[in-house]
């Protein structure tokens, strides 16, 4: 079965620091990996997709890496801000043409 | 519109009764996904379109779940008689082709008492 985990499920830093979320998937064979962040009672923003080919994105402070041998994925992120607390979850598209697989995300909690 | 829209955003049903959920995706998406979100838990897959084409309908819950898109565009998720496991957001999600970034509406937050 086709599953997506991320661990820890919740997570709690000073601001200022730099953190890692990972994300680990079964079958090294993926399509592409989405990175989103859900605040509370909302819907998800995408925040970065990454593509089988390649090893890592980055947009502004996140950085996306992707090691498919490994069945791994991290969310890098530098400096963080108490804006950044929200819930950020991982999916993967193991085939094209087929949904993405989310894991139960991991809540950040970034405090002043 | 700029974004993926859903209606409504809340909804309280009464168990045993009907309800229809609306998405609307952004312009021009040939793909739209249904997922469902029980507090806590990351979405989990219920269906998706090709235009009005639906290709997977695998993650569908039990018979009482249906979706349609008769048009390719605007998209509708109807649950008969609702029963309280059927609590959760209902999202919906748009993207360009079968395999590009994928954009989330708000969901719509089903209660069934």
């Known amino acids: 079965k086709q599953e997506v985990t991320q661990i820890p499920a919740a997570l709690s830093v000073p601001e200022g620091e730099n953190l890692v979320l990972n994300c680990s998937f079964t079958?090294?064979?993926?399509?592409?990996l989405q990175w989103f962040r859900q605040d509370p009672g909302k819907g998800l923003t995408s925040l970065l997709l990454?593509?089988?080919?390649?090893r890592e994105q980055t947009s502004g402070r996140l950085n996306a890496s992707l090691d498919k041998s490994s069945g791994r994925s991290t969310l890098y992120i530098a400096a963080s801000q108490p804006g950044d607390s929200a819930t950020y979850l991982c999916?993967?598209?193991?085939?094209?043409?087929?949904?993405?697989?989310f894991g139960k995300g991991t809540t950040l909690s970034v405090s002043s | 519109g700029a974004g993926v829209s859903q209606s409504p955003r809340y909804k309280v049903a009464k168990r045993g009764q009907d309800v229809a959920l609306r998405c609307d995706p952004i312009?021009?998406?040939?793909?739209l996904f249904w997922y469902q979100q029980a507090l806590g838990q990351g979405p989990e897959f219920l269906t998706y379109?090709?235009?009005?084409?639906?290709?997977?309908k695998s993650g569908l819950p039990s018979d009482r779940f249906f979706a349609e898109r008769p048009e390719g565009s605007v998209s509708t998720l109807k649950i008969q008689r609702t029963q309280q496991e059927d609590s959760a957001v209902y999202l919906c999600?748009?993207?360009?082709?079968?395999?590009?970034?994928?954009?989330f509406g708000q969901g719509t937050r089903l209660t069934v008492v």
């Open positions: 999916a993967v598209r193991f085939q094209a043409g087929t949904a993405l697989i």
């Open positions: 999600a748009s993207s360009r082709g079968g395999n590009t970034e994928a954009f």
């Open positions: 312009s021009g998406h040939v793909s």
């Open positions: 079958d090294s064979a993926i399509y592409n």
């Open positions: 990454i593509q089988s080919s390649q």
């Open positions: 379109f090709q235009n009005e084409a639906q290709l997977d």
